[in-house]
């Protein structure tokens, strides 16, 4: 389909399901999660699509004709359970997702105006699927969820770890977060952006799947590696950082460090409802006195 760019030629952009692929790539190339920004910019990458595509405007808005219609593929997919979001606007693939083929990908316009057109079904019972028991919840009270978390991030493998942390780093406001992992870079495993008002900080982190304490010679290591290449560095762990490398971090005369520890790291994925559920539970109490006094 044809459209105007700002200097009114005449470029094609592709439509909205030329689109449902190069998202779920995108996707799988950012470590399973992605701000609609990063999404975006990945698929441009991956499509090729010149300067002059990426420039046509979706009517008089601030929004571009791609942006538009990266969205409405985005829609599709979440329609067919391939890929969610989160409330801060983090899209992720689901596991559902993460099989797709470029076949699936391309069905996925057919199945979403084939469930728009299927008659309602008789009984509501019918439209609730049953619930799956192995889908990895773990049942926990306020004591021990702490201690159930941390043994299963401990089991996951390490590049699932650092897909959790870069997901983390995303949810928290980070952006361009990326992975890296390669060896011989002083233990870096990643990088990203982390915006504060006007003002951007380049930031790079470790994840460190440890049972045991992360020392101080980890910390004089992985600051070595780091001086002139960010302004912030941060280590999470699943394990705790020893009191010297504790000290260590916040050395005078030395950048500081920031340290994520287990606990730490819990009550992020708490707060940000990622693998964690809190139920709120409603506490009823009679007062036989306010009773009398009516």
Not at 7 to 36: D, M, R
Request: proline share 4%; hydrophobic share 40%.
């Amino acid at each position: 389909m044809a459209s105007r760019n700002q200097n009114g030629n005449h470029v094609v952009v592709p439509q909205f399901y030329e689109f449902h692929w190069p998202v779920l790539c995108a996707l799988k190339e950012t470590g399973g999660s992605a701000s609609i920004a990063e999404m975006v910019d990945r698929v441009a990458a991956d499509m090729k699509l010149p300067d002059d595509v990426l420039a046509v405007p979706h009517g008089d808005g601030s929004q571009s004709e791609v942006e538009y219609r990266v969205a409405w593929a985005r829609t599709y997919l979440k329609k067919v359970g391939a890929i969610d979001n989160s409330d801060r606007g983090i899209w992720t693939l689901t596991a559902k997702g993460r099989s797709f083929t470029k076949k699936d990908a391309a069905d996925v316009v057919r199945l979403v105006r084939g469930a728009r057109s299927a008659p309602a079904p008789k009984h509501k019972a019918e439209e609730i699927a049953p619930p799956d028991s192995t889908d990895g919840q773990t049942e926990t009270n306020g004591v021990n969820w702490k201690e159930t978390l941390l043994g299963i991030l401990k089991g996951i493998p390490p590049d699932a770890f650092e897909r959790l942390c870069q997901r983390v780093l995303r949810e928290s406001g980070f952006t361009k977060v990326e992975v890296t992992g390669r060896s011989g870079d002083g233990g870096i495993d990643g990088a990203g952006v982390l915006r504060m008002n006007l003002v951007s900080f380049h930031v790079l982190f470790q994840c460190k799947r440890w049972k045991d304490a992360v020392s101080s010679a980890t910390i004089r290591d992985f600051r070595g590696a780091m001086i002139g290449r960010a302004d912030k560095v941060l280590v999470i762990t699943t394990g705790r950082f020893t009191a010297d490398a504790q000290r260590e971090a916040v050395r005078d005369g030395a950048p500081a460090i920031d340290l994520v520890d287990g606990e730490t790291l819990c009550d992020l994925l708490k707060a940000l409802r990622l693998g964690v559920e809190v139920r709120n539970v409603e506490v009823i109490e009679v007062h036989p006195d306010r009773l009398n006094a009516i």
